[in-house]
């Protein structure tokens, strides 16, 4: 699955956006990648920039996109300078230089339990759905088997769940066979 962030603010966009935080904005977030810093631990490299240079952290959802196919909400953590201005401060597998960012201050992370994506499909195809069905399961799955536990985690993955993870691999190829919306 290649997502990256949405080129504008569409009313799909919007749309996932006003579900998660109704009323609230999108805001581009510029990324400033501190060194050091880990990729997928936001929440980490953004307490390593506060100790460094002050500020807060700033919780709430970056928006990505699978064009045509389905746009995404992940949890996400970003740094607020002393001045309030907002800098993601972490690598992404995409190297954008930008993030659309939904600030959320009705939550926040605990340091054990991980906030699933919220996902929207762009198109209706039962296939779409079906991929956002199992990659809910997998996301449920893999907390339940690795509760706690972050970074790169070696589990012995039950065969289940080997099953849904092939399932999901499957979905993602015939999505990218279906034709493109106009």
């Known amino acids: 699955m290649t997502t990256r962030a949405p080129r504008e603010i569409a009313p799909k966009v919007l749309e996932l956006c006003n579900e ?4 609230s904005g999108a805001v581009w977030v510029p990324v400033k990648t501190m060194k050091n810093a880990i990729q997928n631990d936001c ?23 699978w064009v045509h196919v389905l746009v995404e909400a992940e949890f ?6 002393p001045d309030a201005r907002l800098a993601c401060v972490s690598p992404n ?8 960012f939904l600030p959320d201050d009705s939550r926040s992370f605990d340091g054990i339990n991980r906030i699933d ?14 991929f956002i069905r199992v990659s809910q399961q997998l996301v449920k799955e893999q907390e ?6 972050f970074g790169l985690v070696k589990v012995s993955w039950p065969p289940y769940f080997r099953e ?18 106009p």
């Open 43 to 65: 929440f980490k490299n953004v307490a390593k920039k506060i100790k460094r240079d002050g500020g807060s952290i700033q919780y709430g959802w970056v928006i990505w996109e």
């Open 76 to 81: 996400h953590a970003v740094w607020r300078s």
């Open 117 to 130: 994506n919220i996902r929207k499909s762009l198109r209706k195809e039962a296939v779409v759905d079906e």
């Open 93 to 100: 597998d995409q190297n954008e230089d930008k993030i659309l």
């Open 20 to 23: 998660i935080k109704p009323g």
């Open 164 to 181: 849904l993870a092939v399932r999901h691999l499957k979905l993602m190829e015939e999505i990218k066979r279906l034709p493109p919306l």
């Open 144 to 149: 339940r088997l690795t509760v706690g536990q």
